[in-house]
């Protein structure tokens, strides 16, 4: 009997023993089992632990605000490179896409983290405005920005920069081609969300060209930075958007070697045998017409020409609003009398007539 009760009380002295332990080893320093973290097999840093407490029941998908706040997002815009696509209306830009905001829920106090004071987040851990180009010319316009890491400071401040190539569309006029001035934009602005939600303001007034590496055609001459504020008849809300504005010059260096030269050396036989009556709208048909007679006997007495279906089809921009036919024919294919005196024995049996789509043929004499 004794020796039994003698073993309870070594067993209850050994319980107390180890409850006393663990109660002086943290059992009372203070930290809820929220704030206990499982013991790694490194040892972690300021960094591990603060990203573990801000990301704890964080949602990436809620905007990082009360819903009666305003989210104020800042965008700026630095140029790499430039490049306009004639044939399909299109400029593409190789940029920095520089956006800033605050978030609410990423804001910490760095004295409690060895003096940390930001910390970099992949893209997709955090909340990021739905900042779009509206005038996208590309299939994969949702993905245009590169998924780089933002930074996140103490204060909650968001800076992302990510690399972005942007195509967009741009209405070009060619008339003056090839000594043309474009003007083209980029148009940024929430996808989901009204001004009431997300405000867009602009870092600059200009576009940042520091950057630009010249392609050798074009020189941008010019940038504006504008904010809008619009409402529609369908909502009490405002949209915003900000509108990047490039002015763009081509060079004309090769254009001047390779056609205007050329011209010029042909302009005195055209000025003598070239008919008021023939007017530049149907000139475009002079090349065509010397590279068929070369090394034939004779030019063909009538030439029908489709000029709609033949011309716009082999030179015209598909969506430019002005075409480029008027440069090229006064310059290159204003040879039709010379060929006719050349190549054909009888110079007044050579007669053009130009069927068009638009209008009833038209018969030239020479």
């Not at 499982?38 to 040892?43: A, D, L, R, S």
Request: aromatic share 14%; glycine share 6%.
């Amino acid at each position: 009997m004794d020796s039994i009760l003698f073993r309870n009380v070594v067993v209850i002295f050994v319980i107390w023993h180890r409850a006393a332990y663990c109660d002086s080893n943290g059992g009372g320093n203070g930290f809820t089992p929220a704030q206990i973290r499982p013991k790694p097999i490194w040892n972690s840093t300021y960094t591990d632990n603060l990203k573990q407490d801000l990301l704890l029941n964080y949602d990436k998908f809620a905007r990082p605000t009360q819903h009666y706040n305003v989210t104020t997002v800042t965008i700026g815009l630095s140029i790499l490179h430039v490049e306009i696509n004639e044939f399909k209306s299109t400029v593409s830009v190789n940029s920095w896409v520089r956006l800033s905001w605050t978030d609410d829920k990423l804001k910490w106090n760095a004295s409690n983290y060895g003096g940390l004071s930001d910390v970099n987040f992949a893209d997709h851990e955090i909340w990021q405005p739905d900042v779009m180009l509206y005038n996208s010319a590309s299939a994969s316009a949702v993905s245009h920005l590169g998924g780089t890491h933002c930074v996140v400071k103490d204060s909650g401040e968001i800076v992302w920069v990510p690399p972005a190539q942007l195509v967009a569309l741009c209405d070009l006029n060619l008339r003056y081609w090839p000594f043309d001035t474009q003007q083209c934009y980029l148009k940024f602005g929430s996808w989901t969300y009204d001004g009431s939600e997300i405000d867009i303001k602009l870092a600059d007034s200009s576009i940042d060209l520091s950057y630009v590496i010249s392609n050798g055609e074009w020189d941008i001459t010019d940038t504006n930075v504008t904010r809008s504020v619009k409402y529609y008849s369908c909502c009490d809300e405002p949209y915003v958007d900000a509108e990047f504005r490039l002015t763009l010059t081509r060079r004309s260096p090769a254009y001047k070697a390779i056609i205007i030269a050329p011209a010029l050396g042909k302009f005195p036989p055209n000025s003598f045998f070239y008919s008021s009556y023939f007017s530049n709208h149907h000139a475009y048909s002079n090349g065509i017409l010397a590279t068929a007679t070369s090394g034939r006997e004779s030019t063909p007495e009538r030439l029908y020409l489709n000029y709609y279906q033949h011309f716009y089809g082999l030179f015209h921009p598909e969506n430019s609003s002005d075409g480029f036919a008027y440069a090229v024919n006064s310059t290159l294919l204003q040879q039709q009398p010379l060929y006719c005196m050349l190549f054909n024995a009888n110079i007044g049996s050579c007669d053009l007539v130009i069927k068009n789509s638009a209008y009833p043929p038209i018969t030239v004499d020479y």
